[in-house]
Nanobody, 118 residues
Framework: QVQFVESGGGSVQAGGSLRLSCVASGIFSINVMGWYRQAPGKQRELVATINPDGRINYADHVKGRFTISRDNAKNTVDLQMNSLKPEDTAVYYC?????????????WGQGTQVTVSS
């Protein structure tokens, strides 16, 4: 059974920092891991992804402020968020693409709320 434990969300003032962490369990072959977010009334959008070999992709709106990292041995992916803005307020979701018995699956965490006040 695939499970995610996300942590690190919370409330912070503009300019502050938060670090999100996600631990995946029940998965044996993870490919891309990443973070997405969904603000009220908006569609879920990419924040950042990271491949097993360390290749990273950031959304333009977080470049230079957010840093994604992963530990392949521990199946964890973290997101360091600096210089937070009110528009970063959203529920942040951990995502993992993984393979089981030759088939590709995508699994999501339950989400963690990030609120940035001005």
């Amino acid at each position: 059974q695939v499970q995610f434990v996300e942590s690190g969300g919370g409330s912070v003032q503009a300019g502050g920092s938060l670090r999100l962490s996600c631990v995946a369990s029940g998965i044996f072959s993870i490919n891309v891991m990443g973070w997405y977010r969904q603000a009220p009334g908006k569609q879920r959008e990419l924040v950042a992804t990271i491949n097993p070999d360390g290749r990273i992709n950031y959304a333009d709106h977080v470049k230079g402020r957010f840093t994604i990292s992963r530990d392949n041995a521990k199946n964890t992916v973290d997101l360091q968020m600096n210089s937070l803005k009110p528009e970063d307020t959203a529920v942040y979701y951990c995502k993992a693409d993984h393979y089981e018995l030759g088939s590709k699956f995508t699994s999501w965490g339950q989400g963690t709320q990030v609120t940035v006040s001005s």
